[in-house]
């Protein structure tokens, strides 16, 4: 299974690459796949690729969702 998950452009760099903040982690990414990209936007991302752009809400929406099968995770597995 796949997962992209949604994070916030905080810069763009020259080399079509972008600072991105997923889930307070910050990561860089290629940004070649959405080269409408710009600083604020938030963005899908996948193996290292900002994949789509989106907007706020979906991007809250999912990152709930990733947080909440985080927690069931957490409950699932033995300490």
């Known amino acids: ?14 080399d079509a690459r972008g600072t ?3 889930l307070g982690a910050q990561r860089e990414v290629s940004i070649r796949l959405t080269p409408d990209a710009a ?3 938030y963005v899908l991302v996948h ?5 789509q752009i989106i907007d ?3 991007a809250a929406e999912t ?11 957490d409950e699932e597995l033995p300490a």
Not at 47 to 51: P, Q, V
Not at 63 to 73: F, H, K, T
């Open 1 to 14: 299974m796949c997962l992209a998950v949604p994070g916030k452009i905080l810069s763009l760099h020259d």
């Open 20 to 22: 991105v903040d997923m």
């Open 39 to 41: 600083v604020g936007d």
């Open 47 to 51: 193996a290292g690729f900002a994949i």
């Open 56 to 58: 706020a809400q979906e």
């Open 63 to 73: 990152l709930s969702i990733v947080e909440d099968l985080a927690d069931l995770i």
